[in-house]
């Protein structure tokens, strides 16, 4: 039986076959047919044929492959549509919540601090927290400060109109930006961050006191979320 499936596998071949085709004619393993037919000599004939072939099979997974990414991109483009329409106009309360909770995430905390500040390079979630200084935490509009982390040399000009447009903070109340390159990222490749870092910085003792406290009460709410969950085996 073995040898009448060898046999059959190389006249296939001989014909011009690929191996997908042979192996749709022949119930055997691959790796029995490599071994089966390396040493078949194909004419030209039959070497155009299997080349036209395999070349058609791979354009038609390409093919298959490329539309599979666009229905992919497409599914993500309308999933994330739908999501963002999703988020309405934020009342005080959950603004407050919201500030606090990316204040905790990426605001200055250390002790001994006298100065809120939160920093971030993301120009949509520094409008958000201006928002939110202004609206929940009453700052007046002369006690903000604004400094720039830059990256690029050239653009720092450019980066303080920029955070100032942003922030809504008058130039003159920008303190002198400063440059933070890594040694080891010098020269290799441009930061993501065109308009460097932008911190935002209120002094004052006992607004950044209210933030900790609110902080903490939100700390102590999800410890006891977190204790009400019973978990399963």
């Given at each position: 039986?073995?040898t009448?499936?060898?046999?059959?596998a190389?006249?296939?071949?001989?014909?011009?076959?690929?191996?997908?085709?042979?192996?749709?004619?022949l119930?055997?393993?691959?790796?029995s047919l490599?071994?089966?037919?390396?040493?078949?000599?194909?004419?030209?004939e039959?070497?155009?044929?299997i080349?036209n072939?395999?070349a058609?099979?791979?354009?038609?997974?390409?093919?298959?492959?490329?539309?599979?990414?666009?229905?992919s991109?497409?599914?993500?483009?309308r999933?994330?549509?739908?999501?963002?329409?999703?988020?309405?106009?934020?009342?005080?309360?959950?603004?407050k919540?919201?500030?606090?909770?990316?204040?905790?995430?990426?605001?200055?905390?250390?002790?001994?601090?006298?100065?809120?500040?939160?920093?971030?390079?993301?120009?949509?979630?520094?409008?958000?927290?201006?928002?939110?200084?202004r609206?929940?935490?009453?700052?007046?509009?002369?006690?903000?400060?604004?400094?720039?982390?830059?990256?690029d040399?050239?653009?720092?000009?450019?980066?303080?109109?920029?955070w100032?447009?942003?922030?809504g903070?008058?130039l003159?109340?920008?303190?002198?930006?400063?440059?933070?390159?890594?040694?080891?990222?010098?020269?290799?490749?441009?930061?993501?961050?065109?308009?460097?870092?932008?911190?935002?910085r209120?002094?004052?003792?006992?607004l950044?006191?209210?933030?900790?406290?609110?902080i903490?009460?939100?700390a102590?709410?999800?410890?006891s979320?977190?204790?009400?969950v019973?978990?399963?085996?």
């Amino acid at each position: 039986m073995k040898t009448l499936k060898k046999k059959r596998a190389i006249e296939l071949r001989k014909a011009g076959k690929t191996y997908s085709e042979i192996l749709k004619d022949l119930p055997v393993s691959k790796g029995s047919l490599s071994l089966w037919l390396r040493d078949v000599v194909l004419e030209l004939e039959q070497r155009t044929r299997i080349e036209n072939k395999n070349a058609a099979v791979i354009k038609k997974f390409v093919e298959l492959n490329e539309r599979r990414k666009r229905n992919s991109r497409e599914k993500k483009r309308r999933l994330a549509g739908a999501a963002a329409g999703e988020i309405r106009e934020i009342s005080d309360q959950e603004l407050k919540l919201i500030g606090i909770a990316l204040y905790w995430a990426e605001g200055y905390k250390r002790s001994g601090w006298r100065t809120a500040c939160f920093a971030n390079s993301e120009p949509q979630m520094i409008v958000l927290m201006m928002r939110w200084f202004r609206e929940i935490c009453r700052v007046p509009e002369k006690k903000f400060r604004v400094r720039i982390q830059a990256y690029d040399a050239g653009r720092i000009q450019e980066s303080q109109s920029f955070w100032s447009r942003v922030t809504g903070v008058p130039l003159s109340q920008l303190s002198k930006p400063y440059m933070r390159i890594s040694p080891t990222s010098q020269g290799k490749m441009e930061t993501p961050f065109v308009h460097g870092t932008c911190s935002i910085r209120i002094s004052d003792t006992c607004l950044l006191v209210k933030i900790k406290g609110w902080i903490t009460g939100l700390a102590a709410l999800s410890s006891s979320l977190v204790q009400d969950v019973s978990f399963s085996s």
